[in-house]
């Protein structure tokens, strides 16, 4: 596989377009920072890391719908930086999504962390992906 993160968002668009409550993806330590990122800010309702037998483990999210209109926290998933075209930003170049509605995922030198996180901490760093 050459790009597990795109792979990661693909399996929770395909999730949420099936309507599954559970979905099962194979870890990694960027896709456990990913995984607790959206849970803090609320696109997921839950998640655990569970080990397996060859040592790699997968992680099992529970996805977060309305009760009364049964559509999904998360709307949009976009890759932004692939393994052909990297973008990094500076602090001050950093991304707004949906005028701040949405967020952007960062992998910054201090960890994966939201665009708003990132401008509180005056880092930059490489765009993951946009969420909302």
Known sequence: MTDPIADYLTRLRNAIKANHRIV????????KNITKVL??????????????????GVIKIALKYNPVT?????????????????KYVHVEKLP?????????????????MTDK??????????VLCYVY
Do not use: W
């Not at 099962?24 to 896709?31: G, R, T």
């Not at 849970?39 to 060859?54: L, R």
């Not at 901490?121 to 490489?126: H, I, K, P, R, S």
């Open 39 to 56: 849970h803090e800010k609320g696109y997921i309702q839950n998640y655990k890391f569970e080990d397996t037998d060859n040592g790699q």
């Open 96 to 112: 707004r999504v949906l005028n701040g509605l949405g967020v952007a995922l960062l992998s910054t030198s201090k960890g994966v």
């Open 70 to 86: 049964k559509q999904n926290a998360i709307v949009k998933l976009e890759r932004i930086s692939k393994p052909g075209l990297r």
């Open 117 to 126: 996180e990132a401008r509180k901490l005056n880092v930059g760093g490489e």
């Open 24 to 31: 099962e993806i194979p870890a990694s330590n960027i896709k």
